[in-house]
């Protein structure tokens, strides 16, 4: 069995053990000589095939055996990242690839601490990356991001501080990317005073750090702040729009996040999907579904988040017609309906009184 550091101090980390794997051999030498071109292809295969079909993915892993290309790190890193898919929820055979590479790089490392991180399990990155360290393995600026968030989501202030303690030992700390991280994890952890130092090391001058404040303040409840900031940004991007009014929604100040809304030049799909949830979650299911209707009105394709929160108004309202609707659409667009998905249209039906059509959906998707 192959023991795994687990977290906290790096004198004395937990351990786990994961089922060991037979070993991966180098490539072959009679295999070098198109090396480059086979590497091109089963990289395109991995991205381009395997995303959506496990079955695609362990064809292409027997392959990447087969031909001996396991021991190059890009390949390696891209099957880790393919198998940590949230789709498919393999950790543990990402870990066990993980183990079978000869000496992993960075690139390697960061997919699997940003797939432990979009499989919700925090704790293992944080993990991951004290074994990163240990291993003598050079972090970079695409380490730390997905780090802070896992930090927020363990609401670890010691690990935080330990970790940001590494950026700046490492020369990493003028990094927008690193910075805007930071800041929106100190003031989701409630440390607004650390998050506001770094802010201002860097003045207003980066959007993506302007963003993070801003989203600080609103967690903070300051929202007279947030507003300063905003009003006083010279450039401002769909991200910070989405920031400001998803934030006076989680503060209840709905009709305050619409005149926001409203005035946005441009929507993405996550100003959507915040304004119809952010109605949904304070009881406005009635105007949650008239921005639905907005946004089929301007020929902007729902997410699967969207559709579920539609569904969701939908029950809340008894409203039976938008919903089959809502469902036929799925159907068209040949949505899958995973789980959350599912529980929406079976919520939804129930509530409408259609208790046959919610059986019908429960039996096709349990």
Same mark, same amino acid.
């Given at each position: 069995?192959?023991?795994?550091?687990?977290?906290?101090?790096?004198?004395?980390? $937990?351990?786990?053990? @994961?089922?060991?794997?037979?070993?991966?051999?180098?490539?072959?030498?009679?295999? +070098?000589?198109? =090396? +480059? +071109?086979?590497?091109?292809?089963?990289?395109?295969?991995?991205?381009?095939?395997?995303? &959506?079909?496990?079955?695609?993915?362990?064809?292409?892993?027997?392959?990447?055996?087969?031909?001996?290309?396991?021991?190059?790190?890009?390949? *390696?890193?891209?099957?880790?990242?393919?198998?940590?898919?949230?789709? =498919?929820?393999?950790? %543990?055979?990402?870990?066990?690839?993980?183990?079978?590479?000869?000496?992993?790089?960075? =690139?390697?490392?960061?997919?699997?601490?940003?797939?432990?991180?979009?499989?919700?399990?925090?704790? !293992?990155?944080?993990?991951?990356?004290?074994?990163?360290?240990?291993?003598?393995?050079?972090?970079?600026?695409?380490?730390?991001?997905?780090?802070?968030?896992?930090?927020?989501?363990? !609401?670890?202030?010691?690990?935080?501080?330990?970790? $940001?303690?590494? #950026?700046?030992?490492?020369?990493?700390?003028?990094?927008?990317?690193? @910075?805007?991280?930071?800041?929106?994890?100190?003031?989701?952890?409630?440390?607004?005073?650390?998050?506001?130092?770094?802010? &201002?090391?860097?003045?207003?001058?980066?959007?993506?750090?302007?963003?993070?404040?801003? /989203?600080?303040?609103?967690?903070?409840? /300051?929202?007279?702040?947030?507003?300063?900031?905003?009003?006083?940004?010279?450039?401002?991007?769909?991200?910070?729009?989405?920031?400001?009014?998803?934030?006076?929604?989680?503060?209840?100040?709905?009709?305050?996040?619409?005149?926001?809304?409203?005035?946005?030049?441009?929507? /993405?799909?996550?100003?959507?999907?915040?304004?119809?949830?952010?109605?949904?979650?304070?009881?406005? %299911?009635?105007?949650?579904?008239?921005?639905?209707?907005?946004?089929?009105? &301007?020929?902007?394709?729902?997410?699967?988040?969207?559709?579920?929160?539609?569904?969701?108004?939908?029950?809340?309202?008894?409203?039976?017609?938008?919903?089959?609707?809502? $469902?036929?659409?799925?159907?068209?667009?040949?949505?899958?309906?995973?789980?959350?998905?599912? *529980?929406?249209?079976? /919520?939804?039906?129930?509530?409408?009184?259609?208790?046959?059509?919610?059986?019908? #959906? =429960?039996?096709?998707?349990?």
């Amino acid at each position: 069995m192959l023991k795994i550091p687990l977290a906290g101090d790096m004198g004395s980390l $937990h351990m786990t053990t @994961i089922p060991e794997l037979p070993y991966h051999p180098p490539p072959a030498e009679h295999l +070098t000589e198109n =090396f +480059t +071109t086979s590497q091109k292809t089963i990289l395109n295969l991995l991205n381009t095939k395997c995303s &959506d079909s496990l079955e695609n993915l362990k064809q292409a892993h027997a392959l990447i055996l087969k031909t001996g290309h396991f021991q190059d790190h890009y390949v *390696a890193g891209s099957l880790v990242k393919c198998y940590a898919n949230p789709q =498919f929820g393999s950790l %543990s055979t990402s870990l066990r690839v993980l183990e079978q590479v000869s000496q992993p790089n960075v =690139f390697i490392w960061n997919c699997i601490i940003k797939g432990c991180l979009d499989l919700k399990e925090p704790f !293992q990155a944080i993990s991951m990356y004290y074994k990163m360290v240990i291993s003598d393995s050079r972090p970079n600026k695409y380490t730390y991001p997905p780090l802070f968030k896992a930090c927020t989501a363990e !609401q670890s202030t010691e690990e935080g501080i330990q970790i $940001h303690s590494h #950026v700046v030992k490492r020369g990493l700390n003028a990094d927008a990317h690193i @910075i805007s991280a930071a800041i929106q994890m100190y003031a989701s952890l409630g440390r607004l005073k650390e998050a506001q130092h770094l802010f &201002d090391s860097i003045g207003k001058s980066d959007v993506i750090c302007c963003n993070a404040m801003i /989203d600080g303040y609103m967690k903070s409840g /300051d929202v007279k702040a947030a507003e300063e900031l905003f009003q006083s940004m010279k450039e401002k991007s769909v991200g910070s729009w989405n920031t400001m009014f998803s934030g006076l929604c989680n503060n209840e100040m709905i009709e305050e996040a619409k005149n926001y809304f409203d005035e946005m030049p441009d929507k /993405d799909e996550v100003s959507w999907s915040a304004m119809i949830d952010g109605y949904n979650k304070h009881g406005y %299911s009635k105007e949650a579904l008239e921005v639905f209707y907005q946004m089929q009105r &301007d020929d902007i394709k729902p997410t699967k988040f969207v559709l579920s929160s539609a569904l969701s108004a939908c029950a809340n309202v008894g409203a039976l017609d938008p919903g089959k609707w809502i $469902h036929a659409y799925i159907r068209r667009n040949k949505i899958m309906i995973d789980a959350v998905l599912g *529980a929406s249209l079976v /919520d939804m039906y129930a509530k409408c009184g259609r208790l046959d059509l919610s059986w019908n #959906v =429960f039996e096709r998707i349990k």
